[in-house]
């Protein structure tokens, strides 16, 4: 069943999702050729924990790190571990927070160094894919209004678009109903209606759309093994335009002075 959530609960869910954002501007600070995942997933861990709130992925399913740490052709759910960023990696960084009895989840693909063209346009045209369905998340459209922008725009500039993991709604649960496909047609699925707060998270691939987990149990990959990018942000269904309750502000303000990190994406 969908929670619809009062004004109340979505200012809470606004300070999770917030702090969500400001952990991955520490982690904007500190992206550099060199680091190992863990060092980053620590930093997060410290900061979250620093601001009064407890990592929300940890323990989750067993699930043993503060951030999902996905390099290259990684989609999601990278374990962090002793893999050091190189220079022309893409690295895509997930992270939830839980405060005040509320969760925010918020995702960011990062550029380390010169990366080639054809990665390039992939990380702006799935920025440009989060935009388009938030764009979509307004009270009388559906589900499917929100999925079909998202999907049109990926495909056509040629890209997979990753059907087995999707968008969710979120609260007092890291993931709870609705589920926010990648994919599916304009007018189908659940009228959205104020109060409904959910993840929107395009996982978009340069190559084909299928996908496949590592044997650590955890980590998903293209099966092709071209790279893959994930943007995501928390929002609130509204009348005339949604609600962004996490931000890329602080990661953007972070890798203006960040010198291994030549790629903004506003
Ligand atoms: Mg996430
Ligand atoms: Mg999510």
């Given at each position: 069943?969908?929670?619809?959530?009062?004004?109340?609960e979505?200012?809470?869910?606004?300070?999770?999702?917030?702090?969500?954002?400001?952990?991955?501007?520490?982690?904007a600070?500190?992206i550099?050729?060199?680091?190992?995942?863990?060092?980053?997933?620590?930093?997060?861990?410290?900061?979250?924990?620093?601001?009064?709130?407890?990592?929300?992925?940890k323990?989750?399913?067993?699930f043993n790190g503060?951030?999902?740490?996905?390099p290259?052709e990684?989609?999601?759910?990278?374990?962090?571990?002793?893999?050091?960023?190189?220079?022309?990696?893409?690295?895509?960084?997930?992270?939830g927070?839980?405060?005040?009895?509320?969760?925010?989840?918020c995702?960011?693909?990062?550029?380390?160094?010169?990366?080639?063209?054809a990665?390039?346009?992939?990380?702006?045209?799935?920025y440009?894919?989060?935009?388009?369905?938030?764009?979509?998340a307004?009270?009388?459209?559906?589900?499917?209004?929100i999925?079909s922008a998202?999907?049109?725009?990926?495909?056509?500039?040629g890209?997979?678009?990753v059907?087995?993991?999707?968008g969710?709604?979120?609260g007092?649960?890291?993931?709870e109903?609705?589920?926010?496909?990648?994919?599916g047609?304009?007018?189908?699925?659940?009228?959205?209606?104020?109060?409904?707060?959910?993840?929107?998270?395009?996982?978009?691939n340069?190559?084909?759309?299928?996908?496949m987990?590592?044997?650590?149990?955890?980590t998903?990959?293209?099966s092709?093994r071209?790279?893959?990018?994930h943007?995501?942000h928390?929002?609130?269904?509204?009348?005339?335009?949604?609600?962004?309750?996490?931000?890329?502000?602080y990661?953007?303000e972070?890798?203006?002075l960040?010198?291994?990190?030549?790629?903004?994406?506003?």
């Amino acid at each position: 069943m969908i929670e619809y959530k009062s004004e109340q609960e979505i200012e809470l869910i606004r300070e999770s999702s917030l702090l969500v954002a400001k952990t991955l501007g520490e982690v904007a600070k500190n992206i550099r050729p060199g680091i190992k995942t863990i060092e980053l997933d620590k930093l997060a861990e410290e900061f979250i924990r620093d601001n009064g709130a407890v990592p929300g992925f940890k323990g989750y399913h067993g699930f043993n790190g503060t951030l999902c740490i996905s390099p290259n052709e990684q989609v999601v759910h990278g374990i962090p571990g002793d893999r050091e960023i190189k220079e022309g990696d893409i690295v895509s960084i997930d992270c939830g927070v839980l405060k005040n009895g509320f969760y925010g989840d918020c995702a960011y693909t990062f550029a380390i160094g010169e990366i080639d063209e054809a990665t390039r346009r992939l990380l702006h045209v799935t920025y440009q894919c989060l935009l388009l369905g938030i764009e979509k998340a307004v009270e009388g459209n559906t589900l499917g209004d929100i999925s079909s922008a998202i999907q049109e725009h990926a495909e056509k500039a040629g890209y997979g678009v990753v059907r087995e993991l999707v968008g969710h709604g979120l609260g007092r649960n890291l993931h709870e109903p609705p589920e926010v496909p990648n994919y599916g047609k304009s007018g189908k699925g659940l009228r959205l209606r104020q109060g409904l707060v959910i993840a929107i998270e395009p996982m978009i691939n340069l190559g084909k759309r299928f996908v496949m987990q590592e044997k650590d149990g955890w980590t998903i990959r293209t099966s092709d093994r071209k790279p893959s990018a994930h943007y995501e942000h928390t929002i609130a269904v509204c009348k005339d335009k949604a609600d962004v309750l996490s931000s890329f502000s602080y990661i953007q303000e972070a890798l203006k002075l960040n010198k291994y990190n030549t790629l903004i994406i506003e």
